[in-house]
C-alpha cells in the first residue's frame, strides 16, 4: 500500500491539528465493517484522509480499496460530521478538528475481503462487528451506536464536542 500522507488535507498549526476525511459505511448481514489497530483499544471506521485535488467520493472509493482489496461503490452521503477532541498517540496535547464525510457503500453480498492494511498507529485489521452488538464495544465514531440502527433517508449534519 502506497503510502500518500503528504498529500492529506490536513495541518497543524501551533498545537492545533485539523483534518478532512472520507469515511465509509459498509454493512453486509448486519455487520459494519470497523477497523483496529494493535496498538489501540477501540474500533474505527474505514477510511482515511481526503487528498489535496480529490473529491471526498473519490477519496472515499480509494481508502476501502486501499484497506480491504475490495472496489466498493458509494450508495449516498449519510453523514457530514465536525469532530473535536483532544488527540493522543502521535498526536498528543494536540486539538484536533477532524471534518468527516460517511458515505453508505453499496453491498457486495459477502464478507470477503482481499487484504489487512497497515497504518500510522500499528497493523491494521478489518472486523465484522454484529450493528447490534456495537453498544458493549468502544468504537468511533460514536454516533454509530445509534444511527446505523435505523440510517436516515437524508444527509445528517452531527457535531461532537469532546468535554
Known sequence: MENDTALDCCFIRDKNWFRYRAAAIIIENNCILLAGNEKSDYYYSVGGGVHLGE?????????????????????????????????????????????AFYFLMKPMGTQKLNSNSCCLEGREFMYWIPIDGLEKLKVFPVFFKEKLTKIPDRIEHIITKEK
Do not use: M, P, Q
Not at 472515499?60 to 488527540?87: A, P
Open 55 to 99: 473529491t471526498a467520493e473519490e477519496a472515499v472509493i480509494r481508502e476501502v480499496y486501499e484497506e480491504t482489496g475490495i472496489k466498493y461503490e458509494v450508495d449516498r452521503l449519510v453523514f457530514i460530521h465536525e469532530n473535536f477532541f483532544t488527540g493522543n498517540g502521535i498526536f498528543e496535547g494536540l486539538r484536533c478538528h477532524e471534518t
